[in-house]
Structure formats: structure tokens, C-alpha cells
Nanobody, 121 residues
Framework: QVQLVESGGGLVQAGGSLRLSCSVSGFTYMMGWFRQTPGKERAFVASIGWIVPKTYYARSVEGRFTISRNNASTTVYLEMNRLKPDDTAVYYC?????????????????WGRGTQVTVSS
């Protein structure tokens, strides 16, 4: 069983920065961040391997967002810079305990409750 708790969302002006955190308990193979806006499917943002920390990013955030984890592998972070109004969404932390696609939400087994990020123009 894996438990995930997100924190760090909030309201920020366009061009600003936020850092999301997700505390992780239990074994995982890969951690990811996804986001969702009303009426749309949950979309991949970034992911990181838990044993070998290889990272993957959606094209829309590459170069602006950075995913990382702490050395104890108990927390995954999403550093978000140069935020745009289009980044406004509920952001979810997710964990995968098996092999699968890094960007496929259906391959993730556990989800946090989500944290709201709102970017004003």
C-alpha cells in the first residue's frame, strides 16, 4: 500500500513560481505528477523513476518545470517556474508499482487527493 499526500498549491501571478511536494510512504517504481481541469481528462505533467531517477516531461512544461525527489525517496517535488494561466489545474501526485508507460495515467496505481494551482494573468 502506498500513501501520497500533496502540498504546496496556491494562487500565483503569471511568470511566478510554485513548488509542489508529495510525501510518499511505501515502495514505488515511478512517481508522477498529473493535472486536470474541469471537463478534461487528467493529463501527464512529469515523472521520475524511483530507483534510477530518470525524468520525463510533457512538452508543454519542459524547460519550465522540474521533477525531483529527496535522497531518502520519501518526497517528490515539482518545481514550477514561468507559470502561465494555462497551467491552472488541480495537480495530482501518483505512484506506479509496476512497469508501464511513464506518461500513461492508467499505469499508475495510487493517487493523492490533489492540490489546486491557480495562475492569474
Amino acid at each position: 500500500q502506498v500513501q501520497l499526500v500533496e502540498s504546496g498549491g496556491g494562487l500565483v501571478q503569471a511568470g511566478g513560481s510554485l513548488r509542489l511536494s508529495c510525501s510518499v510512504s511505501g515502495f514505488t517504481y515511478m512517481m508522477g505528477w498529473f493535472r486536470q481541469t474541469p471537463g478534461k481528462e487528467r493529463a501527464f505533467v512529469a515523472s521520475i523513476g524511483w530507483i534510477v531517477p530518470k525524468t520525463y516531461y510533457a512538452r508543454s512544461v519542459e524547460g519550465r518545470f522540474t521533477i525531483s525527489r529527496n535522497n531518502a525517496s520519501t518526497t517528490v517535488y515539482l518545481e514550477m517556474n514561468r507559470l502561465k494561466p494555462d497551467d491552472t489545474a488541480v495537480y495530482y501526485c501518483a505512484a506506479r508499482t509496476r512497469v508501464g508507460r511513464a506518461d500513461d495515467k492508467d499505469d499508475y496505481d495510487y493517487w493523492g487527493r490533489g492540490t489546486q494551482v491557480t495562475v492569474s494573468s
